[in-house]
């Protein structure tokens, strides 16, 4: 089955204590993306990846790095969260150009 | 990409069809209307687009007006898990970005027994 995975779905973690949020999707994808969601603000993109060790910021990336090793694998690595880094993060692949974007569950971070 | 306009909200019957309308009056030639949906705190489903042909699968058929200013999403046989929020995106497909989306408020489509 096609699918983008992201683990892990919640967590609940302290500020200033590292973590890492995993994407995975099985469709050969060229494009992934992180988002975030938050009430009144809509869907963000904090960083993208347009292939193998090509990554760059969108429109929110302060905090937030990421690394593109495997074509599959696109993690959001949080070096020292922060309370206003409590979200809803969804990951994203599509193909070059492609109509159809295909998001993750999501993760659900509430940082302390 | 070009801005749209949808109602806030909307109620429908289940087993009955759901109209979705959206307005995109300033949209360019070489954009295209999109749908997804998002069912609450789930990730984004995309659902269908067109460029200017009405367009069917089988989630849903897309109804773009002759003039492309509006289009309506129509979803058949609404049933209890249709219920979600739904947007109408008009951009073209990117090459740069990550093929980033962005969502405005969309509709909040109740589907009631």
């Known amino acids: 089955e096609a699918q983008v995975t992201q683990n892990p779905r919640y967590l609940i973690t302290v500020t200033g204590k590292k973590l890492t949020v995993t994407c995975s999707q099985n469709m050969n994808h060229e494009y992934m993306s992180w988002y975030r969601q938050d009430p009144g603000l809509g869907l963000r993109q904090i960083y993208y990846?347009?292939?193998?060790?090509?990554?760059d910021k969108g429109d929110v990336p302060e905090g937030y790095k990421v690394s593109r090793k495997e074509k599959r694998n696109f993690p959001l690595i949080l070096e020292s969260p922060s309370p206003n880094q409590t979200s809803l993060y969804f990951c994203?692949?599509?193909?070059?150009?492609?109509?159809?974007?295909?998001f993750g569950p999501g993760t659900r971070l509430t940082v302390l | 990409d070009a801005k749209t306009t949808q109602p806030t909200s909307m109620d429908c019957a289940e087993g009955r069809a759901a109209n979705l309308p959206c307005n995109h009056s300033t949209i360019s030639g070489n954009e295209y209307v999109y749908w997804y949906r998002q069912i609450h705190s789930q990730g984004p489903q995309y659902i269908i687009h067109?460029?200017?042909n009405n367009e069917t699968n089988e989630m849903a058929s897309l109804i773009i007006t002759e003039d492309r200013k509006s289009s309506t999403l129509i979803l058949p046989h609404a049933t209890l898990r249709d219920t979600a929020v739904y947007y109408c995106?008009?951009?073209?497909?990117?090459?740069?970005?990550?093929?980033?989306?962005?969502f405005g408020g969309g509709t909040r489509v109740l589907v009631k027994p």
């Open positions: 994203a692949s599509s193909k070059l150009g492609g109509n159809e974007q295909f």
């Open positions: 990846s347009m292939n193998v060790e090509v990554t």
């Open positions: 995106i008009v951009r073209v497909p990117k090459l740069t970005a990550g093929n980033k989306l962005t």
């Open positions: 067109g460029l200017k």
